[in-house]
């Protein structure tokens, strides 16, 4: 346990100034969707669908997304490490690689957590605000799928960026490894067909909109269903024993 | 606790590089004994500790670390050792403090008390960010870490390169103390000869990836000895007393690899002592033989 107190201590001080740039943004814009409902407040309501009440999901949404994005992106420890020569110090330090691999991904389980606390903080504030009562646990469920989506597909990057990243071992090849799996990455987010903007023309609606109607109701259930947070929960584990062997192989792997 | 003779025993360790071979190298290292691990640039001294420290994988032989397999019980070993590299291997953002907190998880045998007693003795300041110190103050910072988790053998690659002479003899002051119970052992490598005649009981000289040269540092030095002459005499030496030949405009200066036969063999010529400097230069020619 104290190792472990060690080494995430460590992971942590390291990666506290990105973390609090990530939280610095998430919060102004998780303040910025509060907006409109100070303005309702404020101001005469609005009635009916024009009404930013109605808009409260969307703003869930952004919100977790935005936090889940946050969550999951790499922390950029494994680049620090390399530069500042810690990963060739930490082969004659007595923590295994699997320890420390386990350290990595405790450090980025924290950094979800914390994400994921905050945007349901927010979410609370929202729907309380809105008197959103009525639809229970529901809109607690698409925040979670939206959130733990979000985390998943930006965990799924940073496996493919951290396996490239593991056959840089000294500063020199740090650059052309690091270009290398930016590019990697990317190529993950194409096969996966993450990237943003990306959606073929052919399958927008007939009357122009991007999505149809029908769309947006269907990916509302499925954002909504129970099935989905599951499905979605599994795939989050199978990515976090996916970073962690990544990670494992990194810290064990050896220099040429 | 394992009992060991040797904290290192290295026997027939080949690491192969493109362009480079560390070829079939052995020695040991007896407990409690400082050794001086010598050779220029690019000898293979620090793909030797590399190899022994498991930072990389070799291609033949053995390695034991405090009697220990260093691949099979790496875990147990790492407890017990402290590395020192020539940069620091630390993160600028942090600082003393902050080195103790995360090293204390680290080593079940971390003594905060003596740490914070090098970091006064050194006088590093507590809070000050690694990256606001000085080359001196960060080579300090890694020794002390090094000695605050009672470890056996102490592994150095260029500790005290680039450090000014003041600093250096503070440092191998406190590796002398380091040693005084005599369970523990270092392996230290320098091209800084001055520095291991200071405190080594051992020397080993690596040249090309071979191992020239490894024993006791006094015997070494006192078997070598610079045999000075004319050019005229060179032809009377026999060729197997010779390591290599300085030549110069007033004749010639040939380091003799058995100073006390050479003198009953040489007697109207001059044998001077040798120190570990000029034992590496001459060992380093002695394939021209004849060098200026």
Request: aromatic letters at 10%.
């Amino acid at each position: 346990m104290k190792l472990y107190r060690s080494l995430i201590y460590r992971e942590l001080m390291l990666t506290r100034k990105r973390f609090i740039l990530m939280l610095i943004l998430f919060l102004l814009l998780a303040l910025l969707m509060m907006t409109p409902l100070i303005l309702v407040f404020v101001f005469k309501p609005v009635e009916g669908e024009e009404s930013p009440l109605e808009m409260i999901p969307l703003f869930v949404g952004i919100v977790a997304l935005t936090g889940g994005f946050m969550a999951g992106t790499n922390n950029g420890l494994q680049k620090a490490d390399i530069s500042s020569g810690w990963k060739r110090y930490s082969f004659v330090l007595p923590p295994t690689a699997k320890q420390q691999a386990l350290s990595d991904l405790l450090t980025k389980l924290c950094y979800i957590l914390f994400f994921g606390l905050l945007s349901l903080a927010f979410e609370f504030v929202y729907t309380a605000a809105a008197d959103y009562s009525n639809f229970g646990i529901m809109l607690y469920i698409y925040m979670l799928n939206i959130y733990l989506g979000a985390v998943c597909a930006v965990m799924l990057v940073d496996i493919a960026y951290s396996y490239i990243m593991m056959f840089a071992k000294y500063k020199t090849k740090l650059k052309l490894i690091g270009t290398l799996a930016f590019v990697g990455a990317g190529v993950v987010l194409r096969v996966f067909d993450l990237f943003p903007g990306m959606n073929n023309d052919d399958k927008s609606a007939k009357d122009g909109a991007m999505i149809s109607q029908e769309m947006v109701n269907k990916f509302d259930t499925i954002l909504c269903s129970k099935k989905t947070l599951l499905c979605i929960s599994a795939v989050f584990v199978v990515l976090c024993i996916l970073f962690f062997l990544a990670m494992w192989r990194s810290h064990e792997r050896r220099e040429p | 606790m394992n009992y060991y003779d040797n904290a290192v025993e290295i026997k027939g360790v080949t690491k192969k590089y493109d362009g480079f071979t560390l070829d079939n190298i052995s020695f040991d290292i007896p407990k409690g004994c400082i050794m001086g691990f010598i050779g220029q640039n690019g000898a293979g001294k620090t793909t030797t500790i590399r190899s022994l420290l498991h930072i990389t994988d070799i291609n033949d032989g053995e390695i034991k670390l405090l009697g220990l397999d260093h691949i099979k019980d790496e875990n147990a070993i790492k407890k017990r050792i402290a590395v020192v590299f020539d940069e620091l291997p630390f993160h600028d953002v942090f600082n003393a403090k902050d080195m103790a907190r995360i090293f204390e998880g680290m080593y079940p045998e971390w003594d905060n008390a003596a740490y914070l007693n090098y970091i006064e003795r050194f006088q590093l300041p507590q809070k000050k960010r690694i990256g606001q110190f000085s080359k001196g103050m960060k080579m300090k910072l890694q020794i002390a870490c090094a000695l605050s988790h009672n470890a056996e053998l102490l592994v150095m690659d260029e500790a005290t390169t680039g450090l000014d002479p003041v600093v250096r003899d503070e440092i191998l002051h406190i590796f002398m103390e380091y040693l005084q119970n005599g369970e523990r052992s270092i392996l230290m490598s320098s091209h800084i000869t001055s520095d291991l005649e200071k405190i080594a009981d051992m020397v080993t000289f690596i040249d090309k990836g071979r191992i020239l040269l490894t024993g006791y540092k006094d015997e070494i030095v006192e078997r070598h000895g610079i045999l000075k002459c004319s050019k005229d005499k060179l032809a009377e030496i026999d060729a197997e007393d010779i390591v290599s030949i300085r030549t110069n405009n007033f004749g010639a200066e040939i380091m003799v690899n058995d100073r006390e036969n050479a003198g009953y063999k040489y007697r109207d010529c001059v044998i001077d002592p040798a120190n570990l400097d000029d034992i590496m230069l001459y060992y380093v020619h002695r394939d021209a033989k004849e060098w200026s």
